[in-house]
Each structure stands twice: as C-alpha cells, then as structure tokens.
C-alpha cells in the first residue's frame, strides 16, 4: 500500500494516470500532454510499473503503456482518477492543434 501511494502521490503521475483511464499512450504522447522530457517521462513510468499500476506492450520499437486492470487496487484506483477534474491538454487538443505525435 505504502508504494502504490507513493506512486500515486505526485502531480505529474496523477496525470499520466488520469491520461491512461481513458486510453493506452506511448512516452512520445506524453511528453506532448505533459510538456517533459522523454527522460523524465520514462522515470515515472518506472515508478508506476514497479508499484504495478501500469504495463507495457512492445509494439516494434515503440512502448505503449496502460493501466494494469488485474492491480488489486486497479478499481479504487478507477475511482479515485474518476474524481480528478479533465487534464487542460487532451490527446482530442494535440490533434485538433496539429501537435498530436506519431511514433515513427
């Protein structure tokens, strides 16, 4: 319990967790959604996955990342992101704004 609040704890997870509630997202996305660098991107994905809210699927050279839905908290966890407010910057805005990123 203790590292899976710890995960949850900071800002910047709290929305790429946000984020994953409603779709499956590589780094590049986020570095987009979240205006950082790969690098410090990929270190809270390191520290969601050891604390095993997300997974990772290989997909050619580029990682997808999702909740992990069999985590025993996964539906507390559903709960709690259901009662953050919408993210400012949305996957739909980086489209409509032409900066949606695609991972070649």
Same mark, same amino acid.
């Given at each position: 319990?203790?590292?899976?609040l710890k995960a949850i704890s900071d800002h910047n997870r709290m !929305? ?9 997202? &590589?780094? &590049?996305?986020?570095?987009? !959604? ?11 994905? +390191?520290?969601?996955?050891?604390a095993g809210l997300v997974t990772e699927e290989k997909r050619g +050279?580029?990682?997808?990342?999702? #909740?992990?839905?069999r985590h025993a908290l996964y539906p507390m966890l559903i709960h #709690?992101?259901? #009662? #953050?407010?919408?993210? %400012?910057?949305?996957? %739909?805005? !980086? ?5 949606? *990123? *695609? &991972?070649?």
């Amino acid at each position: 319990m203790e590292s899976y609040l710890k995960a949850i704890s900071d800002h910047n997870r709290m !929305l790429i967790l946000k984020y994953l509630s409603t779709e499956s997202l &590589c780094i &590049c996305e986020f570095t987009e !959604l979240l205006d950082m660098t790969q690098p410090a991107v990929s270190q809270h994905m +390191r520290k969601l996955k050891t604390a095993g809210l997300v997974t990772e699927e290989k997909r050619g +050279r580029w990682t997808i990342w999702s #909740l992990d839905v069999r985590h025993a908290l996964y539906p507390m966890l559903i709960h #709690l992101l259901s #009662l #953050l407010p919408e993210p %400012e910057v949305t996957v %739909e805005s !980086l489209v409509a704004g032409g900066k949606k *990123v *695609v &991972c070649d």
